[in-house]
């Protein structure tokens, strides 16, 4: 029983993390249709500028940790929006060109992290509370797990008020649903574009700190090896869905953790056939919808 649940937790440990990469992923795609490859750098280089900003602070303190969240996030947001502004932008409706670039910043990216920090991981260390463990059910759950699953849950949370109440809120639902309406409309799609790109950038910035805690280093390949997952679970939730995404988060985690533990460590391996019946099956994925 208390492995079933160790297993479990981990699962929904990990989904919380990959909907932290894959919501920014999930909005990005749905509102402006661009598979955008350098996500994981948003991640990474949050990850490594929180990691700066704790180690100056003194690493093992709450304030520390608290600091490195909330520059990893803003470190995300800045990259994201610039990279939104200089490279995205003039390349609307050219989704090729969109790709290209995208994968382009992520290699050049990696290279340039690489040649500041080095390739060997960078171990961290936090609060030491992060590295203890609370009983659940007669199992020992990671407390980095609870800070994960939070952190997610007020991630959709504020996800869904923004875009259920706000004014950029309800645009970027329209823009999702009809973005040629809303652009008949006379409403600039492009702030949205920015807006969309800066949330997502937040989010994977934010994940990557988290992320350097749950993995325990940061490397320049850390947001690239995320982002596959991300990808998936996007896919699989529906691309352009938001709560498609949350669901798929979990769903693949936990039944990749399953698999990995009762399975031989065939985890990924399950992860891939499922994405292959998802898509079989439902192509547009679990909650995604026709296109306008």
Not at 25 to 49: D, K, P, Q, R, W
Not at 110 to 125: H, N, T
Not at 177 to 204: P, Q, W, Y
Request: hydrophobic share 60%.
């Amino acid at each position: 029983m208390s492995t079933f649940v160790l297993v479990l937790a981990t699962g929904i440990g990990l989904g919380a993390l990959y909907f932290l990469v894959a919501s920014g992923l999930s909005l990005i795609y749905g509102l402006m249709h661009v598979l955008n490859f350098a996500h994981g750098v948003f991640l990474t280089l949050g990850a490594f500028i929180g990691w700066e900003a704790a180690q100056r602070m003194g690493a093992s303190g709450w304030v520390a940790f608290a600091a490195s969240i909330l520059i990893g996030g803003i470190v995300g947001t800045v990259f994201a929006t610039l990279t939104e502004l200089a490279l995205i932008r003039p390349l609307y409706e050219r989704h090729i060109e969109q790709v290209l670039v995208t994968v382009g910043l992520a290699f050049a990216s990696v290279a340039l992290f690489e040649g500041i920090w080095g390739s060997d991981p960078l171990y961290i260390s936090g609060p030491a509370w992060l590295d203890e463990t609370t009983s659940l059910l007669g199992a020992r759950i990671p407390n980095v797990y609870f800070v994960l699953m939070i952190a997610a849950t007020l991630l959709l949370a504020s996800l869904i008020v923004f875009l259920r109440y706000t004014r950029f809120g309800m645009i970027i639902r329209a823009g999702v649903e009809n973005r040629a309406m809303v652009t008949a409309l006379g409403i600039d799609v492009k702030k949205s574009f920015t807006l969309v790109f800066a949330i997502g950038g937040s989010a994977a910035g934010v994940g990557g700190v988290l992320a350097a805690h749950y993995t325990g280093y940061v490397s320049a390949h850390l947001g690239q090896g995320l982002l596959i997952f991300a990808f998936i679970v996007t896919v699989i939730g529906g691309l352009g869905s938001l709560a498609g995404a949350a669901i798929a988060s979990v769903l693949v985690a936990v039944l990749q953790q399953f698999a990995n533990y009762y399975l031989s460590g065939t985890g990924d391996l399950i992860v891939v056939v499922a994405l292959a019946v998802v898509l079989l099956a439902r192509p547009r994925g679990l909650l995604g919808r026709r296109p306008a």
